[in-house]
C-alpha cells in the first residue's frame, strides 16, 4: 500500500485532474487522498459546484478520499494555502507522496528555485522593492533573477510552478518526510482561454456560466452552479457596514491594502468596481477578491494563527476506507461537522465558522438552501 495525497480546489474537476491522477498511479501510488478547497477557492472566488458534488466526480475519477481544506487555509496566499494542506495530510500519518502539476516538471529545479525563494526574501533587495510599491510576486521574481541564473528565475514566472515551490516549503518547514512527486502540466496554460486536450479551469467555468457544453473537457455535472455575482449586494452590504478597524483586521489586509479597501467600498457600486478602485501594482487581483470575501465571511488574520482543529472527511470509496483504517491521524477525524464541533473549544469555533461560511455560499446559488446544511449533509461513500 502506497498512499498518495493530492492538494486541490477541482474547481471544476476536468480532465487535466484526471491526468495526474493516472500519473500519480503509474508512479506506484495504490491509493489517493485528495485535500480540496469547500467552499471558496484561492483566486477569491465562490466554488463553481458544491463541495459534495466535486467530492463525487473525484470519486468518480480516480481519487478514493476527499477531506476538505478548511475556509482559512482556501483564501489563504500560496503559502498559507501550502501550509494548510500539508499540515493535513502530515496529520494524518500515513501519506508516502505528494503529487502534484508544475510547468517545469522537474523536481531538482523546483527544489533549486525553493531554496533561491528562502534566500531571496530575506535580502536588502527584497525588502526595498516591498517598501517601493511592488507586489511581493513581483518583488520576490526580481532578486531572484537578480541573484540567480536565468533557469531558476524562468520557474517563478509559472502559477503551478510558484504553488509547487510552496508545497516543498511547507514539507521542509515540518520536516516530513512525505516524498514530493511531480508531473509536467499538460495543455492549456493557468486561466487561459484557449481550449484544447487539457483546457483551463478558467474557460470551463465561464462555459458552465453561459450554459456550453463544457463535456469535451470535463466531466459534465448535473448540478446547480455557484456564481459570486448572486452575492454581491450581499457583500457590498457586509463591506459597507464594517469599520475601518474592522478592515485592519483582515487576513492579508496589510501594507495598505485595509485602507485602500475601505475608502474603496465606499464609492464602489459592483463588485468589478470594487476590484478596479482597489487594485495597484502592489496588489494582485487576486489577493484583492480574497480580501473581499474574508470581509464577506468575516475571516480574521488572528484566525490563521490557530492551529486546524480537525480533519473532515467529504467522501470516500472502498480504498479510502483502507486510507483511514491505516490512518494515525494526529487530530479529531469525522465526516460530521457536528461531530468534529464536539471534539474540543477551537473545534467549536471552526466547525462555527464553516457552517457561516456554508450558510453565505448558498446565496451565490440561483436557489439558496436553507441554513445549517454543514451540519446535516451526508458523506459522499461509493
Known amino acids: 500500500m502506497k498512499t498518495a495525497a493530492i492538494i486541490c480546489e477541482y474547481n471544476p474537476f476536468h480532465y ?15 491509493h489517493i487522498a485528495a485535500v480540496m478547497s469547500g467552499n471558496f477557492t484561492q ?3 465562490a466554488a463553481v459546484f458544491d463541495k459534495y458534488i466535486r467530492a463525487k466526480t473525484a470519486l468518480e475519477n480516480g481519487v478514493d478520499l476527499v477531506i476538505e481544506l478548511p475556509t482559512m487555509y482556501s483564501l489563504s496566499a500560496a503559502e498559507g494555502f501550502a501550509a494548510g494542506a500539508v499540515g493535513i495530510i502530515e496529520s494524518l500519518g500515513c501519506v508516502d507522496m505528494l503529487s502534484f502539476g508544475s510547468e517545469c516538471g522537474e523536481l531538482s529545479v523546483l527544489k533549486e528555485a525553493s531554496g533561491a525563494c528562502e534566500y531571496a526574501v530575506h535580502t536588502d533587495s527584497f525588502h526595498g522593492l516591498m517598501k517601493s510599491g511592488q507586489s511581493y510576486p513581483a518583488a520576490l521574481a526580481a532578486v531572484v533573477k537578480e541573484l540567480y541564473t536565468d533557469d531558476v528565475s524562468e ?15 511547507a514539507l521542509d518547514g515540518i520536516g516530513s518526510v512525505i516524498e514530493p512527486f511531480t508531473v509536467t502540466r499538460e495543455g492549456a496554460a493557468h486561466d487561459s482561454d484557449e481550449a484544447g486536450k487539457f483546457s483551463s479551469a478558467s474557460l470551463i467555468r465561464k462555459m458552465i456560466s453561459s450554459g456550453e457544453d463544457y463535456s469535451r473537457y470535463a466531466p459534465a455535472v448535473d ?23 474592522d478592515f485592519e483586521q483582515l487576513y492579508d489586509g496589510a501594507n495598505g491594502l485595509a485602507e485602500r479597501l475601505y475608502k474603496a467600498v465606499r464609492k464602489a457600486g459592483t463588485l468589478d468596481e470594487l476590484y478596479f478602485l482597489t487594485k495597484t501594482k502592489r496588489y494582485t487581483l487576486a489577493r484583492i477578491r480574497r480580501a473581499v470575501l474574508c470581509g464577506y465571511l468575516g475571516l480574521s488574520k488572528g484566525q490563521l494563527l490557530i492551529p486546524n482543529a480537525y480533519v473532515r472527511v ?14 494515525k491521524c494526529a487530530l479529531p477525524l469525522d465526516t460530521s461537522l457536528k461531530a468534529l464541533s464536539k471534539t474540543s473549544r477551537a473545534a467549536h469555533r471552526q466547525a ?31
Open 43 to 45: 483566486r477569491g472566488d
Open 155 to 169: 520557474v517563478l514566472k509559472s502559477p503551478n510552478n510558484t504553488l509547487a515551490i510552496e508545497y516543498l516549503n
Open 314 to 327: 467529504l467522501g470516500m470509496n472502498s480504498k479510502g476506507k483502507e486510507i483511514l483504517s491505516t490512518a
Open 223 to 245: 448540478a446547480p452552479s455557484a456564481d459570486i455575482n448572486r452575492l454581491e449586494r450581499a457583500i457590498l452590504a457586509r463591506l459597507r457596514a464594517m469599520r475601518r478597524e
Open 16 to 30: 487535466g485532474h484526471r491526468y495526474l491522477i493516472e500519473k500519480t498511479r503509474e508512479a506506484g501510488a495504490t
Open 352 to 382: 462555527a465558522f464553516e457552517e457561516r461560511c456554508g450558510d453565505l455560499y448558498s446565496l451565490a446559488f440561483k436557489k439558496p438552501a436553507p441554513c445549517g446544511r454543514e451540519l446535516t449533509a451526508s458523506p459522499v461513500i461509493m
